[in-house]
T-cell receptor, first 113, second 113 residues
Framework: AQSVTQLDSHVSVSEGTPVLLRCNYS??????LFWYVQHPNKGLQLLLK??????LVKGINGFEAEFKKSETSFHLTKPSAHMSDAAEYFC???????????FGTGTSLTVIP | NAGVTQTPKFQVLKTGQSMTLQCAQD?????MYWYRQDPGMGLRLIYY???????DKGEVPNGYNVSRLNKREFSLRLESAAPSQTSVYFC????????????FGPGTRLTVT
């Protein structure tokens, strides 16, 4: 069975410092993986996706993630946090059929001025 | 293009009342999904429709029914609302292949008293 674990429910960083949001997945096949962002009282927006091509994936707004099969991880990073990055972030893995998406419980990012 | 639209945006129901949440997409996507979002639990799949004419249960289908009216529209019905169904409901759509990401609507905030 597939599952996603986001290791931190809340992360606080100072503006201008690096961001690291951690995600581990469990899967018996090679999944597709996604990171979505949700700003307060808004819908979800795709940040980036991994689809078995390059293991280092670049997304919008300076975010990137690295797929590490040996560690079953897909951590999200950004070199320098901006106030507008404050939001909820979700790591997502597909089912083996590709029809269903499994969400992590989310990481709330706070950016301190 | 409007993308994925949902109506209503907010709704308050009394226990035992029924209602239908509407979702429509104009991106010619094959698959459509209904999720609920509760604090600390991420998004959980209620039902999905992989293609027009098919529907399948997700992780938390009890108390809900769905109808894939046509390729554009996918509705979610609560026949007898319960306080446990207080949540934010999101509709999403995507093309059918596993590498394609989901696109989300703005959500419906439902309160059952």
């Amino acid at each position: 069975a597939q599952s996603v674990t986001q290791l931190d429910s809340h992360v606080s960083v100072s503006e201008g410092t690096p961001v690291l949001l951690r995600c581990n997945y469990s899967s018996s096949y090679s999944p597709s993986l996604f990171w979505y962002v949700q700003h307060p009282n808004k819908g979800l927006q795709l940040l980036l996706k991994y689809t078995s091509a390059a293991t280092l994936v670049k997304g919008i707004n300076g975010f990137e993630a690295e797929f590490k099969k040996s560690e079953t991880s897909f951590h999200l990073t950004k070199p320098s946090a901006h106030m507008s990055d404050a939001a909820e972030y979700f790591c997502v893995v597909t089912s083996n059929t590709g029809n269903q998406f499994y969400f992590g419980t989310g990481t709330s990012l706070t950016v301190i001025p | 293009n409007a993308g994925v639209t949902q109506t209503p945006k907010f709704q308050v129901l009394k226990t035992g009342q029924s209602m239908t949440l509407q979702c429509a997409q104009d991106m010619n996507h094959n698959s459509m999904y209904w999720y609920r979002q509760d604090p600390g639990m991420g998004l959980r799949l209620i039902y999905y429709s992989a293609s027009e004419g098919t529907t399948d249960k997700g992780e938390v289908p009890n108390g809900y029914n769905v109808s894939r009216l046509n390729k554009r529209e996918f509705s979610l019905r609560l026949e007898s609302a319960a306080p446990s169904q207080t949540s934010v409901y999101f509709c999403a759509s995507r093309m059918v292949y596993s590498t394609y990401e989901q696109y989300f609507g703005p959500g419906t905030r439902l309160t059952v008293t």
